[in-house]
């Protein structure tokens, strides 16, 4: 579906990774088709959605604070007609958590890349923050967007539709089964926020995800916080070298030190074309224990120390 992440190794005893785009893509598309009242596996045809089916009277607009059960466990293997609303305190994988508007000047669907479309997404991430009390990327979560199609965008209905699921991992399209919304899962104890990890590995010098683990036992990183990579588009490989210089910023806050004389690695990972095109701009960072080393606890605030073995 989507290439692996694109991994080189710069500087030495540091890995830089770029993110792949993941399964929001295509979960947006096959919501954007479930949630906007057509497919069936009868071939029942909705006149709202479906041209075939004859004009459409009147959009059908997705309604927010709802949720979606699947039997499916990966993002990009949802099936339309597989998915089945629920109430969010039964089991699901999917959260339609806002519905906004495209301003009246819009005068069609927005393709991914369009200004329109990465705003709308931001809209998204507004609206993230706000449900679950912190940055969505600081999360074990995939956020996406459906739009509807021609159809229902010339019978007026010029929505977009923000969706959460939590994922198994930090950077995996697996997702998890909740019986429960995702309001506050970012504030407090911020169960779903990614935190310290273990790299997942498919091949030497390289690291494919990171798997949750509790800090207290011995593991190879910890999420130390992100930032927004500058400009519209996609990094080049010498703007992606100063994206990971970025995150050794972050890791160098976070802990208290010194870039220069902190006794950790970094760790970056960012989003590939197709993600980026759609608004995620976010670059996430991570302390790194190094090469065949781990370490325990925290390392916020050990300064330019090393890090508990």
Known sequence: MYDRPSLRRWPPSKIFAMKRGSGRLLLAAALMSTLAGCGSSTGHRNPATDPSAGAPTAPVVPASGVCYASSMTRAYQLNPTQLEQTPCTQSHVVETYHVGQFPAEVAQPPERGDPNYVRAFEGCESAAKDLLGGEWYGGRLNLAIALPDSSQWNAGGHWYQCDLME????????????????????????????????????????????????????????YVGGFKASGTEYPTQSQGTALFDGCADVAAKFVGGTKKRMQIGSLSWYGSPPAWNMGDHWVRCYAWAGEHKKMVGTVKGIGNGPPHR
């Open 167 to 222: 994922t198994k991992t930090f950077e995996s399209d697996e997702l998890v089964t909740r019986d429960a919304s995702l309001a506050g899962a970012l504030a407090g104890a911020a169960p779903v926020a990614q935190k310290c990890a273990d790299m997942v590995t498919s091949k030497p010098d390289t690291w494919d995800d990171l798997t949750p683990v509790d800090c207290a036992q011995r593991h190879d990183a910890e």
